[in-house]
């Protein structure tokens, strides 16, 4: 069994953990954001780096190469977002009472850039991994993108739980293109695909023909979907699931919060959240 636990076990870890890096380097003042980007981009260099060397590695070792080396670039990308260096053209508040088309342009006008780097970041792998047989990190990278574009459009549809408190506070104008409710048309959907997705990819993991290569890679995988699964129930469960992640947001008490224009709370008024009933 150790050989679908250990990278279960992996993957497990790698997502918390990660995460939880992610959260604090993006809550500490802004001035440190430069240091962190120039960290992030020499992991996403070394990750490509890597994928393009694993890319004829049929071993277990190269599974993981792939899937480390599509996690750091798919970093990158989120610590691009979250410091707010890659978003998108609008960085103000949904409109008031914007609804149907003029919301949706102004969600998208806002997340923009993000969209593109995501493209950008598939077509970089894609390029690196081309014509070779260990597609993992491929895989790896467009499991994210599907799995992040499902939340996204969830929240934006509406759920219980938004995870606003993962937002820092240089993108908290964001907060106003989510809705609060219990439960969305799209939600069910996601579910199902996520469960049949893991379905699928434990089966490729325990074929009797599966090589060591495909058990560890498919395994990944699989752990990873289930995970993302996770994180769509946690939307319409009454218990937030910032909680796993804590410590990654002490940093956001160690400075004073401000808003989307720097400003103290003492100074300035919040921004309104006017994306739409709650």
């Not at 890096?21 to 020499?42: H, K």
């Not at 956001?252 to 309104?272: A, I, L």
Request: proline share 6%; hydrophobic share 55%; net charge positive.
């Amino acid at each position: 069994m150790a050989e679908y636990g250990l990278p279960a076990l992996f993957t497990l870890f790698i997502w918390w953990f990660s995460t939880g890096v992610i959260l604090y380097l993006d809550g500490l003042r802004r001035e440190t954001f430069r240091w962190t980007m120039l960290g992030a981009t020499i992991l996403a260099v070394a990750g490509l780096a890597g994928l393009q060397a694993s890319a004829w590695d049929m071993t277990i070792q190269g599974a993981y190469l792939g899937f480390l080396g599509a996690l750091l670039v798919w970093a990158w990308i989120e610590m691009a977002f979250l410091t707010g260096l890659v978003t998108g053209p609008r960085r103000t508040a949904c409109p008031p009472g914007a609804t149907g088309w003029v919301r949706f342009r102004a969600a998208l006008a806002a997340v923009l850039w993000h969209e593109l780097a995501i493209i950008a970041g598939a077509a970089a792998i894609a390029l690196a991994t081309w014509d070779a047989p260990n597609r993992i990190g491929l895989w790896t990278f467009l499991a994210f993108w599907i799995m992040r574009q499902s939340a996204k459009l969830n929240v934006y549809l509406g759920v219980r739980n938004l995870a606003e408190s993962f937002l820092p506070d240089h993108l908290r104008y964001l907060e106003s293109f989510f809705r609060r409710r219990r439960m969305n048309a799209l939600l069910p959907f996601s579910v199902a695909a996520g469960i049949l997705a893991c379905v699928l990819l434990v089966q490729q993991a325990i074929a009797p023909e599966a090589t060591p290569h495909e058990v560890t890679g498919f395994t990944l995988l699989a752990t990873l979907v289930a995970l993302g699964l996770v994180e769509h129930i946690f939307m319409v469960m009454p218990v937030p699931a910032d909680a796993l992640w804590r410590w990654g947001l002490a940093s956001r008490k160690q400075k004073p919060v401000r808003d989307s224009m720097g400003c103290e709370p003492t100074h300035c008024r919040p921004v309104p959240a006017t994306g739409g009933p709650r």
